[in-house]
């Protein structure tokens, strides 16, 4: 292929890699070594742009890959703030280097002083050792209203709606050349009842990331801890006709044994069904 024609391609790419998939608390240890020990954080590519979803431990190794590729500006939108999903926020290195630029957003904090709020009580003494304030790249904090629209240029739209979840959390539809990702995590649902938000969100996606902690026979022992299953994604995405669903946030306690049961189920299930893995890159364009 010539040179011309792979710039070409690369700049129109639009790309989606795991970088940590589980959900509540990391779990290294080698039976989750198949689909992955690290929390919630993707990156989406979309002709050179990037955008992170979540800063859970799965930053950490996104950040060194940043570095080494000299990725210095990324917006990073945060589905919400319990620990799993902003504890690798701290060790994200390229936030320490002064040539660098990131924009952080949240749709659920209005009311209690905004993320950087959030991540600087997380970065204070006693709990860590260093503040915020030492992140030497330009760090601009936002908050929106989940249910917003904005673009973060002429061709990236991003669509959010709130989802059901203890504290709140933000859905994110991502719009790139035609085709379009969605964020769907933390959220519970109600049995029999979908949930016309995420409906309305995900409708005819090329690809939804869905909070599959729980299986349905697991749910009722789960009700009001703010998470869903892997069925209800299904059910959700068919009903939406969506492409595909990416069975995401899997339970600490869902060992590869288990994982590899229950991809085997989904996939019996739908086609349109994938069990994510870390490190896992899917293309859309």
């Known amino acids: 292929m010539p040179a011309w024609r792979f710039a070409e391609l690369a700049a129109m790419s639009f790309k989606v890699k795991f970088w940590g998939v589980r959900g509540s608390i990391a779990t290294p240890g080698p039976r989750h070594m198949v689909y992955g020990g690290n929390t919630s954080c993707i990156e989406i590519s979309m002709g050179g742009r990037r955008v ?22 990324a917006h990073l939108l945060m589905s919400h703030t319990h620990w799993d999903h902003i504890n690798g926020f701290p060790f994200f290195s390229p936030a320490f280097q002064e040539e660098n630029h990131f924009t952080v957003m949240a749709g659920h904090l209005g009311r209690v002083g905004g993320i950087r709020e ?8 006693p709990v860590f050792p260093v503040p915020l304030d030492i992140m030497t790249a330009t760090m601009e904090f936002e908050d929106f209203v989940a249910g917003d629209c904005f673009k973060l240029d002429s061709q990236i739209a991003i669509k959010t ?3 059901n979840h203890p504290d709140g959390a933000t859905g994110y539809r991502i719009n790139y050349r035609g085709k379009s990702v969605c964020y769907v995590t933390d959220t519970e649902h109600e049995p029999g009842k979908p949930d016309e938000n995420i409906l309305g969100l995900i409708d005819g996606a090329d690809l939804v990331i869905y909070d599959c902690t729980y299986t349905d026979d697991e749910f009722p022992a789960k009700v009001s801890w703010g998470h869903s299953t892997w069925q209800e994604g299904m059910r959700l995405c068919r009903a939406a006709n969506v492409k595909q669903l990416a069975i995401f946030h899997h339970d600490p306690d869902h060992e590869d044994p288990f994982m590899e049961r229950l991809e085997k189920e989904a996939a019996e299930a739908w086609s349109g069904n994938l069990v994510v893995r ?3 890159v899917i293309k859309l364009i």
């Open 52 to 73: 992170i979803l979540d800063a859970g431990t799965g930053i950490r190794n996104l950040g060194h890959w940043f570095q080494r590729k000299g990725v210095t500006k």
């Open 278 to 280: 870390e490190n896992m």
């Open 161 to 163: 709606t709130p989802l």
């Open 118 to 125: 959030v991540l600087s009580a997380q970065m204070a003494q």
